[in-house]
């Protein structure tokens, strides 16, 4: 990846739109990004659907109490709200169980239908629709599992099977896995397995606003080279020590082993509370990983969405490959495609 700092040159380049895009195209063609602004500002929980040529970002937007808002972009880094979308909105609190706390979507295609699963009210609901623009409706408004709080799930299908992973309270958040039923309305609880707690010393540092309460959330499981890899979040969201790391598996519901380096991505000096992850395919075929931050050191929110690129590291001596993550980075970056 191309790297530098801002200079008279870059200065130079990005002027004409710098008071107006936080990434995009420079008047030479180069497409850039900078995460100390934030790829979409005020967006946490972000989440790349890719479908037809288009890219679809979905996440917790400031107006979490109204539903999950949606942007669109040609190639990963020139976003904007489609005219599609309902005020922005690809799921509305209308259409939908619960009136607030709407977070950390995801959305897939299966059963000739769009699905959106998301947390509501500390519960996981699913919704679906026609179009990744929305709107995603309920024939029943209700959540997943009711009584039962669960928040910050993913999804991965494998062999006919929809398999689900989220973080359950049980005096912290664990991170549980489970199969779905096959029209995606239930979870098998049968099913349900422990997967991951916050246990080791970054996982659960001095900084958590809470030391009482433990935090393993954001699970994202992705199959690589025959193994699963699990990238999972830790520490509470307020805290600027919020970061990935990773663990691995042979099979979905595990068991899993995590990463012995971990984290694998984790704060700096300019951009804290870093996690919750996407990973999606560039246009150039590059992996790229979408994750959110803090608004700035000492400051909460609103929270933005930041990208860098991610790669799978083979082993000279035959062990999994390990996963490497160019960031996070400070400065503008321009993308190679």
Same mark, same amino acid.
């Given at each position: 990846?191309?790297?530098? =700092?801002?200079?008279?040159l870059?200065?130079?380049? /990005?002027?004409?739109?710098?008071e107006?895009a936080?990434?995009?195209? =420079?008047?030479? *063609?180069? @497409?850039?990004?900078?995460n100390?602004?934030?790829?979409?500002?005020k /967006?946490?929980?972000p989440?790349?659907?890719?479908?037809d *040529?288009?890219?679809?970002?979905?996440?917790?937007? !400031?107006?979490s109490?109204?539903g999950? %808002?949606v942007?669109?972009?040609?190639?990963?880094?020139n976003?904007?709200?489609?005219?599609? &979308?309902?005020?922005?909105?690809?799921?509305h609190?209308?259409?939908?169980? *619960?009136?607030?706390?709407?977070?950390s979507?995801?959305?897939?295609y299966a059963n000739?239908k769009?699905?959106?699963?998301?947390?509501?009210?500390?519960?996981?609901?699913v919704?679906?629709?026609d179009?990744p623009l929305?709107?995603?409706?309920?024939?029943e408004?209700?959540?997943?599992?009711?009584?039962?709080?669960?928040? #910050?799930?993913?999804t991965l299908?494998?062999? #006919?099977?929809?398999?689900?992973?989220?973080?359950?309270?049980?005096?912290a958040?664990?991170?549980?896995? &489970?199969?779905?039923?096959a029209?995606?309305?239930?979870?098998?609880?049968?099913?349900?397995v422990?997967?991951?707690?916050?246990?080791?010393?970054? +996982?659960?540092?001095?900084?958590?606003?809470?030391?009482?309460?433990?935090?393993?959330?954001?699970?994202?499981v992705i199959?690589?080279? #025959?193994l699963?890899?699990m990238?999972y979040?830790?520490?509470?969201?307020?805290?600027?020590?919020y970061?990935?790391g990773y &663990?691995?598996?042979?099979?979905?519901?595990?068991?899993?082993?995590k990463?012995?380096?971990?984290p694998i /991505?984790?704060p700096?000096?300019?951009l804290q509370?870093?996690?919750?992850? !996407?990973?999606?395919?560039a246009?150039?075929?590059?992996?790229?990983?979408?994750?959110?931050a803090?608004?700035?050191?000492?400051?909460? *929110? %609103?929270? @933005?969405t930041?990208m860098?690129?991610i +790669?799978?590291?083979?082993?000279?001596?035959? !062990?999994?490959d390990?996963?490497?993550?160019?960031?996070?980075?400070?400065?503008?970056?321009?993308?190679?495609?």
């Amino acid at each position: 990846m191309l790297r530098f =700092s801002i200079g008279l040159l870059l200065v130079t380049l /990005l002027a004409p739109m710098a008071e107006r895009a936080i990434a995009g195209t =420079s008047p030479d *063609g180069k @497409k850039y990004y900078d995460n100390s602004k934030g790829v979409v500002s005020k /967006l946490a929980d972000p989440f790349v659907f890719q479908h037809d *040529g288009t890219y679809y970002l979905y996440g917790t937007g !400031s107006g979490s109490n109204t539903g999950i %808002p949606v942007y669109t972009s040609k190639d990963l880094v020139n976003w904007s709200e489609p005219a599609g &979308a309902r005020d922005g909105f690809a799921l509305h609190e209308d259409d939908v169980w *619960g009136d607030s706390g709407f977070w950390s979507p995801e959305v897939f295609y299966a059963n000739n239908k769009f699905y959106m699963i998301f947390t509501v009210e500390e519960h996981l609901a699913v919704a679906t629709g026609d179009s990744p623009l929305g709107p995603f409706t309920q024939k029943e408004h209700r959540p997943l599992t009711p009584g039962v709080k669960e928040i #910050g799930q993913k999804t991965l299908r494998e062999n #006919g099977k929809t398999y689900i992973f989220f973080s359950r309270f049980d005096n912290a958040n664990v991170i549980f896995g &489970a199969e779905m039923t096959a029209d995606m309305q239930s979870i098998k609880e049968d099913t349900v397995v422990r997967l991951i707690d916050a246990e080791e010393d970054w +996982e659960h540092t001095k900084n958590n606003p809470d030391m009482n309460w433990p935090v393993a959330e954001a699970p994202l499981v992705i199959k690589h080279d #025959g193994l699963y890899y699990m990238f999972y979040t830790t520490n509470h969201y307020k805290s600027p020590d919020y970061a990935v790391g990773y &663990a691995i598996a042979k099979e979905p519901l595990g068991p899993y082993k995590k990463y012995q380096k971990n984290p694998i /991505l984790k704060p700096n000096d300019l951009l804290q509370g870093t996690g919750t992850t !996407s990973i999606v395919k560039a246009p150039n075929g590059e992996l790229y990983m979408f994750y959110h931050a803090h608004h700035s050191p000492g400051k909460v *929110g %609103p929270r @933005k969405t930041a990208m860098d690129k991610i +790669e799978f590291v083979e082993q000279a001596d035959g !062990s999994p490959d390990v996963v490497k993550v160019y960031g996070p980075t400070t400065t503008t970056q321009v993308v190679r495609w």
